[in-house]
């Protein structure tokens, strides 16, 4: 069985150097690198449309796909300690990353608020298989609707949207969905901290 190990600190990086984390849980799965990003992928597609998941975690692209967020789009959003030091990882130890994006103006309730956020999974190669952190960016929360003078389409009301932290809660909650897939599950062992 997995196990998700949540970390007290809030370094942005884990025991190992180059392992970004913003105090998400982390995985060890007994797999290689390419096989935990290709089972995420192929997990995401899976999700039934009637799950309330499916709009949470909507798609899913490996690294080498054109629609995973180039690091210019990454460095403009509003900077955490994990985002950063995702970004400041070569190329090459990023290449078995998966970004999970959201359905487009989907907020789910999280931590009090309806919040949405997009998720990188890092998966890097480790002794036995391969570690699984969690990086959040993007994170908003919508507060509802407010009146704009100078709105998009002119005077009128607006969503209220807002940038927010990272929640671990829902990085916990990607993390418990993730050890719940069948091709991570059967194979996994317990990670020491």
């Not at 105090?23 to 799965?29: E, Y």
């Not at 997009?118 to 919508?142: C, E, K, M, N, W």
Request: aromatic share 8%.
């Amino acid at each position: 069985m997995i196990s998700i190990v949540a970390l007290a600190c809030c370094t942005g990086l884990y025991a190992r150097p180059s392992f970004p984390s913003d105090a998400s849980p982390r995985l060890h799965v007994a797999l290689p690198p390419e096989r935990v990003s290709a089972a995420i992928v192929a997990g995401v597609a899976r999700v039934p449309s009637s799950d309330p998941l499916a709009l949470r975690y909507r798609q899913a692209y490996p690294f080498s796909h054109p629609l995973f967020p180039p690091d210019g789009e990454l460095r403009g959003e509003t900077p955490t300690p994990a985002l950063s030091a995702w970004l400041a990882l070569p190329p090459a130890q990023r290449r078995h990353d998966v970004v999970i994006l959201p359905a487009s103006d989907y907020h789910w309730r999280q931590d009090g608020n309806d919040y949405r956020a997009t998720f990188i999974v890092h998966v890097a190669p480790a002794a036995g298989g391969s570690d699984i952190a969690i990086v959040q960016y993007g994170a908003r929360t919508l507060h509802g609707k407010s009146f704009r003078l100078l709105g998009r389409t002119g005077p009128g009301r607006y969503l209220d949207i807002r940038p927010a932290a990272p929640s671990p809660a829902a990085a916990a909650e990607l993390a418990a969905w993730l050890a719940a897939l069948p091709e991570l599950a059967a194979p996994a062992r317990r990670q020491q901290p």
